[in-house]
């Protein structure tokens, strides 16, 4: 079945310690994002890729780093400079190709605490 | 900047009732999208119903159905017949030029038997 796929569902960090969240899709989409979910705040942007070897900084980049080396991965690297890493996070695709936002399909998402 | 705003942070109604959550938005384009967004317990989001600024009609999906009112940058969301299944958070987003979604602050929905 096509789909994102978020791994790992739960992760456990040491403060100053970076990880990395992987996302993966096969939906042959040339857009990727990655969204924070925080309660009472929504989703919000932190970097989203439109093709391959390209990125974007979103509305909360600092403390974070991408990479898009092939059109199906998309990983996030959560930095030990982001003050506040705990957080729901989500991937998620979209077709592309257009200028204008079309619909996301979304991963299941990576729990990061920080203890 | 695009903004969106979702001023019901919780509702709860019970089953088979009517349900509608509000959303507004403010933009500087004269074209976007208008998405609800549904994100159950289980997490995974799903998309609900998508509306395109330049269409005059109302989208709907079997019980959900939109009230766009684009003078006012207003996009609720009616829910009918509402079921169990429907208990989730609701997200309202705004899509414009650059392949980016803004999202409100969601709406927890709470469907009892």
């Known amino acids: 079945d096509g789909g994102i796929t978020q791994s790992p569902k739960y992760l456990f960090r040491k403060e100053g310690q970076n990880v990395t969240l992987s996302c993966e899709q096969n939906l042959n989409h040339d857009a990727m994002y990655w969204y924070r979910q925080d309660p009472g705040q929504g989703l919000r942007l932190i970097y989203y890729?439109?093709?391959?070897?390209?990125?974007q900084k979103g509305d909360i980049a600092e403390g974070y780093s991408v990479s898009r080396e092939k059109k199906e991965s998309f990983p996030l690297t959560v930095t030990s400079a982001q003050k506040n890493p705990t957080a729901f996070y989500l991937c998620?695709?979209?077709?592309?190709?257009?200028?204008?936002?079309?619909?996301?399909?979304f991963g299941e998402g990576s729990r990061l605490t920080v203890l | 900047a695009q903004t969106v705003t979702q001023s019901q942070p919780e509702m709860s109604v019970q089953e088979a009732e009517t349900v509608t959550l509000s959303c507004t938005y403010d933009?500087?384009?004269?074209?976007?999208?208008l998405f609800w967004y549904k994100q159950p317990p289980s997490r995974q989001m799903i998309l609900v119903i998508r509306?395109?600024?330049?269409?005059?009609q109302n989208a709907t999906e079997n019980r959900f159905s939109v009230n766009f009112q684009k003078a006012a940058k207003s996009f609720s969301l009616k829910i009918s017949d509402s079921q169990l299944g429907d208990t989730a958070m609701y997200f309202c987003?705004?899509?414009?030029?650059?392949?980016?979604?803004?999202f409100g602050q969601g709406t927890r929905l709470t469907i009892n038997p």
């Open positions: 987003a705004l899509g414009e030029g650059a392949q980016k979604l803004v």
């Open positions: 890729s439109q093709i391959v070897n390209d990125f």
């Open positions: 509306q395109e600024a330049y269409k005059q």
């Open positions: 998620a695709s979209s077709i592309g190709g257009s200028r204008m936002a079309g619909e996301l399909f």
């Open positions: 933009t500087s384009e004269s074209n976007y999208y």
